[in-house]
């Protein structure tokens, strides 16, 4: 089993960057594929990122592509999403998932992103 922990979340201004960080402990994590999801209150959780194990092949959705940034610093058990060009409709609470092969069946508590026009 892996937990995952997310933090650097927060309130920033449109245009703004922020970094999430989801630490992983337990079963090493890059034995696991990452990724990042969202989900706005009312709405189905969305994919936002995801990342391979060691090699990290990336893939971003096409509502974030160009502006976030998934990476992985498997000897910290780490990953990050580095998010630049924040708009209000980026607000959501961002959880870090990880799966050994097939749906993602462990999360982390999330954090919330809050972005002010």
């Known amino acids: 089993q892996v937990q995952l922990v997310e933090s650097g979340g927060g309130l920033v201004q449109a245009g703004g960057s922020l970094r999430l960080s989801c630490a992983a402990s337990?079963?090493?994590?890059?034995?696991?594929?990452m990724a990042w999801f969202r989900q706005v209150p009312g709405k189905e959780r969305e994919f936002v990122a995801s990342i391979g194990r060691i090699g990290g092949r990336a893939l971003h959705a096409d509502s974030v592509k160009g502006r976030f940034t998934i990476s992985r610093d498997n000897a910290k058990n780490t990953v990050y999403l580095q998010m630049n060009s924040l708009k209000p409709e980026d607000t959501a609470v961002y959880y870090c998932?990880?799966?050994?092969?097939?749906?993602?069946?462990?999360w982390g508590q999330g954090t919330q992103v809050t972005v002010s026009s």
């Open positions: 337990g079963r090493t994590a890059s034995s696991y594929v």
């Open positions: 998932a990880a799966t050994i092969q097939g749906p993602y069946s462990y």
